[in-house]
Nanobody, 124 residues
Framework: QVQLVESGGGLVQAGGSLRLSCAAS????????MGWFRQAPGKEREFVAA????????SYGDSVKGRFTISRDNFKNTVYLQMNSLKPEDTAVYYC?????????????????WGQGTQVTVSS
């Protein structure tokens, strides 16, 4: 099991940027694929981005392609989500998650461990 703590959320105007971080502790971070999901009020949890343990594979949700970038630093046990050109519809609680797989899965069911989430609010 790995413990995950997100940070970096906040309030930003449309068109702005934020960088989310997710710090991991516990078992070997570098063995896990890492993903970001988000959930807006009244909506289902949505896949945002994922990255494989060796950084060779990334996946993105259609709504964030070209605007968001996922990265990780296995020495710092941290995964990042750089969010640019933010839109009001990006407003949600953002969660990071860890999966024991060599790929970069887009399904929430593939992930074993989840953080508590960080709120991102984009004003128009």
């Amino acid at each position: 099991q790995v413990q995950l703590v997100e940070s970096g959320g906040g309030l930003v105007q449309a068109g702005g940027s934020l960088r989310l971080s997710c710090a991991a502790s516990g078992r070997t971070f570098s063995k896990y694929a890492m993903g970001w999901f988000r959930q807006a009020p009244g909506k289902e949890r949505e896949f945002v981005a994922a990255i494989s343990w060796n950084l060779r594979s990334t996946s993105y949700g259609d709504s964030v392609k070209g605007r968001f970038t996922i990265s990780r630093d296995n020495f710092k046990n941290t995964v990042y989500l750089q969010m640019n050109s933010l839109k009001p519809e990006d407003t949600a609680v953002y969660y990071c998650a860890a999966a024991v797989t060599s790929q970069s899965p887009i399904s929430a069911g593939a992930y074993n461990d989840w953080g508590q989430g960080t709120q991102v609010t984009v004003s128009s």
